[in-house]
């Protein structure tokens, strides 16, 4: 399996957890830093590697009325204020190919949402600005057929790819996991991380917004790190409840150090097997 740097202090790919931590959406500055400084806070403590996630624009929300982020010129600034004031890499959307080169100058890893994993001209240019990408599994995708999606990246000559498994359709609005996916994935040669938050998704089930159970979140990832992933995906918020976007499937803060460190200690368990 290939193995890569994201920053000059973590890599993807070997024994090493990654952990892809923050709330869904950017909602305010004072917000996604207040978060980032509580999560940084846990990595040093319990010596993780944590990567920064948050989107500032969620382009693919159920309704028109839904609030969408900060958006892309505002949403840069606070990362990179997050960035540079916790030494932390980030995680960021990407929706269009003209928002990519903007993105790299901010962003550690390039993100590819699950509904946009097939898009040509975004994976080039996604794959042409040189920074990790993380491509996440089609809801409605086989898991063999993510060789395709990570070649046109790889066309580019970047070969920094991450796939990233969210779930499969299960009728019109459940998702399940179908476990086999990571091994399947695994195969073709790149990283694999579980994306558990929008694994647990009910899809437009909530009178114009995604439901979801965030119960779900610990048990499936607690399944996933059997089958020796590289990394864990995991939205998390103060009051989850109350969030504009994915409330039912964040984490709650409070909860976020139990959870990675479980995970750590499973990661180990299933290395010394």
Same mark, same amino acid.
């Given at each position: 399996?290939?193995?890569?740097?994201?920053?000059?202090?973590?890599?993807?790919?070997?024994?090493?957890?990654?952990?892809?931590?923050?709330?869904?959406?950017?909602?305010?500055?004072?917000?996604?830093?207040?978060?980032?400084?509580?999560?940084?806070?846990?990595?040093?403590?319990?010596?993780?590697?944590?990567?920064?996630?948050?989107?500032?624009?969620?382009?693919?929300?159920?309704?028109?009325?839904?609030?969408?982020?900060?958006?892309?010129?505002?949403?840069?600034?606070?990362?990179?204020?997050?960035?540079?004031?916790?030494?932390? !890499? %980030?995680?960021? @959307?990407?929706?269009?190919?003209? $928002? /990519?080169?903007?993105? +790299?100058?901010?962003?550690?890893?390039?993100?590819?949402?699950?509904?946009?994993?097939?898009?040509?001209?975004?994976?080039?240019?996604?794959?042409?600005?040189?920074?990790?990408?993380?491509?996440?599994?089609?809801?409605?995708?086989?898991?063999?057929?993510?060789?395709?999606?990570?070649?046109?990246?790889?066309?580019?000559?970047?070969?920094?790819?991450?796939?990233?498994?969210?779930?499969?359709?299960?009728?019109?609005?459940?998702?399940?996991?179908?476990?086999?996916?990571?091994?399947?994935?695994?195969?073709?040669?790149? !990283? %694999?991380?579980? @994306?558990?938050?929008?694994?647990? $998704? /009910?899809?437009?089930? +909530?009178?114009?917004?995604?439901?979801?159970?965030?119960?779900?979140?610990?048990?499936?990832?607690?399944?996933?790190?059997?089958?020796?992933?590289?990394?864990?995906?995991?939205?998390?918020?103060?009051?989850?409840?109350?969030?504009?976007?994915?409330?039912?499937?964040?984490?709650?803060?409070?909860?976020?150090?139990?959870?990675?460190?479980?995970?750590?200690?499973?990661?180990?368990?299933?290395?010394?097997?």
């Amino acid at each position: 399996m290939k193995n890569f740097k994201i920053n000059e202090n973590i890599t993807i790919g070997n024994e090493e957890l990654v952990f892809f931590a923050g709330p869904c959406q950017i909602e305010s500055r004072e917000h996604c830093i207040r978060i980032a400084d509580f999560l940084c806070e846990i990595a040093q403590k319990i010596k993780i590697n944590l990567v920064f996630k948050s989107s500032y624009d969620k382009a693919n929300r159920t309704s028109i009325k839904s609030k969408r982020g900060v958006g892309l010129e505002e949403g840069l600034k606070i990362l990179k204020e997050i960035k540079e004031q916790f030494n932390v !890499p %980030v995680v960021t @959307d990407v929706h269009t190919p003209e $928002q /990519v080169n903007s993105v +790299a100058e901010v962003a550690d890893v390039i993100q590819i949402p699950a509904f946009l994993c097939r898009q040509t001209d975004l994976l080039v240019a996604a794959g042409n600005s040189g920074k990790v990408v993380n491509i996440k599994k089609g809801q409605f995708l086989h898991p063999d057929d993510m060789l395709y999606s990570a070649e046109k990246v790889a066309s580019t000559g970047n070969q920094k790819i991450i796939l990233c498994e969210r779930g499969t359709n299960h009728g019109y609005r459940d998702l399940v996991v179908d476990y086999r996916s990571f091994q399947t994935m695994k195969n073709l040669g790149y !990283p %694999v991380i579980f @994306d558990a938050s929008h694994s647990v $998704q /009910v899809m437009g089930s +909530a009178g114009g917004k995604t439901g979801g159970n965030r119960d779900f979140i610990e048990p499936l990832s607690h399944a996933a790190s059997s089958f020796r992933v590289n990394g864990f995906f995991v939205e998390t918020h103060d009051d989850p409840d109350n969030a504009p976007s994915d409330g039912p499937n964040m984490l709650k803060i409070s909860e976020i150090e139990n959870y990675f460190t479980k995970l750590v200690k499973l990661n180990k368990f299933y290395s010394d097997l």
